[in-house]
């Protein structure tokens, strides 16, 4: 039985982590484009760019990683699933959400 409030701190804090990200990134992309807007250059390395795009993929991937090994614990704790195959199809479905999710971010760009 799925009990809400032993769930509720769990959910307050991946809400507050994902708006305090979101208004990180937001922020970021305006003053972008008030430099853009000043006419000063805006001269991204090569090198950084690489490094951003790693750090992007690494920062998905283990937070998909994290949501597979939670999301395996709740299945093992309510269901009567055997918890090798569901950590291990949790964590590897996690796994391939998260990459895709990394690729279609970079391709958009």
Known sequence: MFHFWSQLPFTIL???????I??????QHKEKLELIKKGDNIIIQDALQQMKYSNLAKG???TSLALG????HLLE???ALDPVVTYISMIL???GIGSLTFYMIVKNK
């Open 22 to 27: 979101f208004f990180y990134l937001r922020n």
């Open 14 to 20: 991946f809400v507050i982590v994902g708006g305090i």
């Open 60 to 62: 998905i991937i283990s």
């Open 93 to 95: 479905l996690f796994f």
């Open 77 to 79: 704790t309510y269901t």
């Open 69 to 72: 090994v939670f999301t395996a």
